[in-house]
């Protein structure tokens, strides 16, 4: 394929060369797999001519300045405050023997670094949500109910402290209210037919709306407000994070290749640190978490929520590099390998992970500072079919290529590979067209899913009720990162396949039984107060009045006793006309009735 001068934006009387030759040598699927050990191998060599253009041959440098590309995302910082990697970029021709070879070998055992043999779904949840976090919540919430509750005497008078055993079981029906959702929460305890559950076999409805006002995981004691010296916008969540966070990379250790990206705790309340994300995340609004997962088995190694990017400034640095940073900082020169989107992916980042060991592959804006300007819109102009256009400073590669729509790349693990791809197009023969793709996006595309993995499982499952508080919005999220690491540890245990909603079937049920079965007996063993009242039912001896007012026989009572009394009432079930003072009660608890109503007469 031949380039024209337009169509690479050079001006009229420039002299470069517009001749671009590509030949593809054929792949077999075989080379194309990759490993945890083993970097992508050559696949599609480009030998092109390049271009002896006025940008010069000893290289491109990179302070020239072109159009800004793409749109800025929640929390972009400003160019100023990035560091610049000073890279002097060259093209990529036929004459580059360049290979890479200056990663080191990933030499760690991917996998569970705990034998979890024989563990139940409980315990396997007990690693990343342990018993400590239980004792927390029922700690502070029993402390917050103690002196906040005495202003209802209602809500006062019916409360009782929370215990382990009860907080578990709360869990629990949260976690059944993301797998089973209702409209509203009151649905839950719902009696018609249609909608009927069993979660008032575990909890009322009155005691559970109980615990979840007063679920906390701090003493307001010790918060300090916002504006004065010590102020922690976390503080409220804090201590549950202390517990939970440092489970993460103790349970597992992660394969080569890792993925940052950004996720979202939904909450829409009033909040400093709410954002609105403008990328394609389904939620938008909430607050903003940086995540590190494993790229192959999306596991959860470490998560950082962006509470203000005041917090996380550093000199010399901006918020997105030290965000990454901060993530990664426990897993470089180690040999791993990882994935950013094109919000973290700068040069200078990259240049600086492959300083540490560790490969970096991502997309990149256009605007980025060192970006090869030769690669920017304004001078290539590259349209659907296009070859991909590669650039090299040192090990980091460039890549500008339009399919769907134009993207760039950079890696420092990767050649200008090419590999061709069969795509469905409607009128073609065969009814596809052969793609021509850089092998650095087929890589990128195939490792990048993981933190958005996370977010379809836990979109799918999550508690689908308001948080009125922001902190129980970023419990939530805690608890969910709890579930799936749980989960991933119990699929690299079973031999067969297993469902994410049988494994949070068997957790409810383990979370909520111990509690579940309490209840019952406790309610099954209250006394009935009306049950005395209500043993009169079995007799059904009642007194009635004749409907004749005028007929009054002699009480059967009072007659033998020698006694002469006449009454209008009677007992229906005997038939007999009793007085229903003392006699109706003689007649139907004494024997002898008769001795009995003498002895009250004198």
């Known amino acids: ?274 954002q609105y994300i403008m990328s394609d995340k389904l939620t938008k609004h909430g607050i903003r978490i940086f995540s590190l997962c494993d790229a192959v088995n999306r596991y959860m190694l470490k998560f950082m929520v962006s509470s203000s990017e005041e917090r996380f400034q550093v000199e010399g640095d901006n918020f997105a590099c030290f965000m990454v940073k901060e993530l990664v900082k426990d897993y470089i020169d180690k040999g791993h390998v990882l994935y950013t989107d094109h919000f973290f992916t700068y040069p200078s980042l990259v240049q600086w992970l492959k300083g540490n060991s560790t490969g970096a592959v991502g997309t990149v804006l256009e605007s980025r500072p060192d970006f090869p300007p030769y690669h920017k819109g304004i001078n290539l102009a590259l349209k659907k079919g296009d070859s991909p256009v590669f650039s090299r400073s040192g090990e980091i590669v460039c890549v500008t290529w339009h399919d769907a729509k134009r993207c760039s790349l950079m890696s420092t693990i990767h050649t200008d590979n090419t590999v061709d791809k069969l795509v469905r197009k409607r009128g073609a023969p065969g009814g596809f067209r052969t793609v021509e793709k850089p092998v650095i996006a087929e890589d990128y595309n195939g490792f990048m899913g993981g933190v958005d993995y996370f977010d379809q499982v836990t979109k799918n499952c999550e508690y689908p009720h308001r948080n009125c508080k922001w902190y129980h919005a970023l419990y939530h999220f805690v608890k969910e990162v709890a579930m799936v690491n749980a989960f991933a540890l119990y699929k690299a245990k079973q031999s067969k396949e297993t469902f994410a909603k049988d494994f949070r079937n068997a957790l409810i049920d383990q979370l909520v039984s111990p509690h579940m079965k309490n209840y019952q007996r406790a309610r099954q063993a209250r006394p009935n107060p009306a049950a005395p009242r209500l043993s009169a039912a079995e007799s059904l001896h009642f007194p009635r009045k004749y409907t004749d007012p005028k007929h009054r026989p002699r009480c059967r009572v009072c007659a033998p006793a020698n006694i002469r009394a006449q009454t209008r009432h009677y007992c229906p079930s005997c038939d007999v006309a009793l007085c229903i003072d003392n006699c109706f009660e003689l007649y139907h608890t004494k024997s002898d009735y008769v001795t009995a109503r003498r002895a009250l007469a004198q």
């Not at 405050?81 to 760690?108: G, H």
């Not at 990206?261 to 400093?272: L, P, Q």
Request: hydrophobic fraction near 35%; aromatic fraction near 12%; charge should be negative.
């Open 1 to 274: 394929m031949s380039y024209s001068d337009e169509s690479i934006g050079f001006s009229e009387g420039s002299d470069a060369s517009a001749s671009w030759i590509s030949c593809a040598i054929s792949v077999s699927s075989e080379e194309s797999n990759k490993s945890d050990t083993d970097l992508p191998g050559p696949l599609t060599r480009k030998v092109r001519s390049r271009p002896s253009s006025s940008l010069g041959t000893e290289g491109v440098s990179s302070t020239s300045k072109g159009p800004e590309r793409g749109r800025k995302r929640s929390g972009a910082v400003k160019e100023g405050r990035v560091p610049t990697a000073n890279l002097s970029w060259e093209f990529y021709d036929k004459d580059d023997p360049y290979e890479v070879e200056w990663i080191p070998d990933f030499n760690q055992q991917p996998g569970p670094l705990i034998d979890t043999t024989g563990f139940t779904e409980e315990e396997l949840f007990s690693i990343f949500f342990p018993l400590a976090a239980f004792e927390l919540m029922v700690e502070q919430t029993n402390k917050y109910a103690s002196t906040h509750l005495h202003k209802n005497k209602f809500y006062e008078k019916r409360w009782k402290d929370v215990t382990v055993e009860e907080m578990k079981a709360f869990v629990g029906l949260q976690v059944a209210m993301g797998l089973y959702p209702r409209p509203a929460l009151l649905d839950h305890w719902a009696s018609f037919w249609l909608d009927e559950t069993k979660f008032g076999l575990v909890m009322s409805r009155h005691r559970y709306q109980m615990i979840q006002t007063c679920l906390h995981f701090l003493d307001n004691a010790a918060w300090i407000p916002r504006g004065q010296d010590g102020f922690d916008p976390l503080a409220k969540i804090q201590p549950l994070l202390d517990i939970t966070g440092p489970t993460y990379p103790l349970a597992y250790y992660p394969h080569r290749q890792l993925a940052v990206n950004e996720s979202v705790a939904r909450f829409k309340g009033r909040i400093h640190t709410r």
